[in-house]
């Protein structure tokens, strides 16, 4: 799993969080979106290399984009919910999980 990917993904949901009401979480859809395009391009063997490179400590922006998710129940639920099954398939084809 690309560490960066993810983390730039709750990055940009840190910075959209005040514009949410209108499409209720619009940022998280286009992040979802560049992860979902992320792991459905990526081959297995720059996912085995990318896990083998390990975690990196998340930045500041980062930590507060975390925080932000642990906060809202909903905007958790509806990011987790986009990415979930097209990174779970992935991972799978790759043999990544049982």
């Known amino acids: 799993m690309n ?7 709750l990055l940009m949901a840190t910075v959209m969080a005040g514009s949410a ?3 209720q979480y619009p940022m998280v859809d286009a992040i979802a979106n560049k992860i979902i395009n992320k792991y459905q391009t990526a081959t297995c063997q720059q996912l085995w290399q990318e896990k083998a490179e390990g975690k990196k400590p998340p930045g ?5 984009a975390i925080a932000m998710l642990k906060q ?8 987790f919910n986009r990415i979930s099954a097209p990174i779970v398939s992935k991972m799978f084809e790759c043999g990544m999980i049982p």
């Open 72 to 79: 809202d129940a909903g905007m958790r639920a509806e990011f």
């Open 21 to 23: 009401p209108a499409q």
């Open 60 to 64: 500041e922006m980062e930590q507060r």
């Open 3 to 9: 560490k960066s990917a993810v983390i730039f993904g």
